[in-house]
């Protein structure tokens, strides 16, 4: 879903994307070279477990080659990441055990 969207915006504005994939931390890093030697402008990384569990390799790659990247997740900045459009994961959490815990009392959900 995401790759769609991003190929339709690119190619809304008129941009060429670059699309890498990765399935081991050394293919990171041999995406991270392709991103350099096609002199990427940013990098998107997809919001999944796999990127995930390896962040602090992704946001080094990205400050080293000094390649902005944009994140979903906010675990993403602050492990260093420029920035991210995502929202902040343990805040959602908590709201979703406040209205858990209203509707156990009795609260109607629609309220």
Not at 67 to 83: E, H, K, N, S
């Amino acid at each position: 879903m995401q790759r769609k969207d991003v190929e339709e915006a690119a190619r809304a504005i008129g941009q060429r994307i670059l699309v890498l994939s990765a399935s081991s931390s050394s293919d990171i890093d041999t995406a991270f070279a392709t991103l350099v030697r096609e002199r990427a402008n940013a990098v998107l990384i997809n919001g999944d477990t796999f990127f995930n569990n390896r962040r602090v390799q992704v946001v080094s790659l990205a400050a080293r080659h000094a390649l902005p990247a944009i994140y979903v997740q906010r675990d993403w900045a602050v492990a260093g990441g420029l920035m991210s459009y995502g929202a902040n994961t343990a805040d959602a959490w908590r709201q979703v055990g406040i209205y858990t815990g209203r509707i156990l009392k009795g609260e109607k959900a629609a309220e």
